[in-house]
């Protein structure tokens, strides 16, 4: 059984993690979250360029535990994944001004089925891990990730408006997905 990846990106705050489950829910399927939250956690959140390679290789093995377990558990074979390799790509760059290597040979060597990019329309909600509260910011990083998508060939969709309007584009995309 081959399991359809869609990855849920964006910037901050803009509903990525919530949309995840209600779309592993609607769907009866499972989501793999953000490995970058229980890491800085636990290691606090003061963290340097090495820390990102960590997370990458640590997001991989738990994407994967995930698809794993869902072939397993016979349930819908859609794994949402709350953050991929393209991610940690922005990530790294914008505050490091680099990538390591491990990341970019991810993103040439990883498959996915369709992206949600989560645009940034939804007010801001403080949370200690969260960096980029302000609009600029938040409208620059969205625009990194519609430049990455559009320059690669995997389907993807912008999500925005209210929770609403959000659950429902995310629902059509990937009904799209799946009765192909």
Known sequence: MTVKRV???????????SLCAMLAEQFESSWCPEYAREYLT?????????????????????EDRYAKELIES????VLFVDTD???????????????????????CERK?????????????VQD?????????????LFQIYKD???NQSVPWVVIKGDYEEREK????????????
């Open 7 to 17: 990855v849920v990106i964006g910037p901050e705050s803009t509903g990525k993690s």
């Open 74 to 77: 016979k349930k819908n074979p």
């Open 128 to 140: 200690d891990l969260r960096e980029y509260p302000e609009d600029g910011p938040r409208k620059e």
């Open 85 to 107: 390799m393209y991610v940690m790509k922005v990530w790294s760059e914008y505050v490091f001004h680099q990538c390591h290597h491990f990341i970019l040979e991810q993103i």
């Open 148 to 150: 990455l998508l559009v």
């Open 42 to 62: 636990v290691n606090g959140k003061s963290y340097q360029y090495a820390d990102l390679l960590k997370i990458a290789q640590e997001q991989i093995k738990l």
């Open 112 to 124: 996915y089925d369709l992206y949600l990019l989560c645009d940034v329309d939804l007010p801001w």
């Open 169 to 180: 584009a995310a629902m059509e995309a990937v009904k799209k997905l799946l009765d192909q």
